[in-house]
């Protein structure tokens, strides 16, 4: 089937994509789709670790509080799925990935470093800060040693 007003290579390119029964805005409206699914359970896993905050400076029941802990592993699971099973669709998409995991790991240590000197001022530093950092950079070493071995 030829498209009114285009190329020789962009006939032969819709041809190709019928032959294959690909539809433009099938892998788009896919990666949308888990883009949006990642970015509704991000949001509501910072809603529930605001939560925990106690913003409305409210004391919160302990049945509540269960549930909130509940639905915070819940939630949590469910984000660590979508991490664990992206797949980048090309080498663009793998840099992406990439830069978003270096800057969240970066933000995440930067946090902690800041919390632990923080804390060393006054002289009580949480003990499950600096596990939590150095957990984050064994982690990170572990899997530098694995991918050069195994991948």
């Known amino acids: 089937m030829k498209h009114k007003n285009l190329s020789s290579s962009q006939n032969l390119f819709f041809r190709f994509a019928q032959s294959k029964n690909l539809t433009f805005g099938q892998n788009l409206s896919g990666f949308a ?39 915070l592993v819940v939630v949590f699971a469910f984000f660590a799925s979508f991490v664990w099973r992206e797949h980048a669709g090309d080498e663009r998409e793998s840099m992406h990935r990439m830069f978003a995991g270096r800057v ?32 984050m950079i064994f982690a990170k070493i572990g899997a530098l040693i694995y991918s050069s071995y195994y991948c």
Not at 33 to 62: A, G
Not at 118 to 135: E, K
């Open 33 to 71: 789709s888990r883009i949006s699914q990642e970015v509704i359970v991000s949001f509501v896993l910072i809603v529930l670790l605001l939560l925990f905050l106690n913003p409305f400076d409210v004391f919160m029941p302990e049945d509540f509080l269960m549930m909130l802990s509940a639905l």
């Open 104 to 135: 969240g790991f970066l933000a995440g240590c930067a946090m902690l470093v800041a919390g632990i000197v923080f804390q060393s001022f006054s002289h009580t530093t949480d003990p499950l800060l600096v596990i939590t950092l150095g957990i």
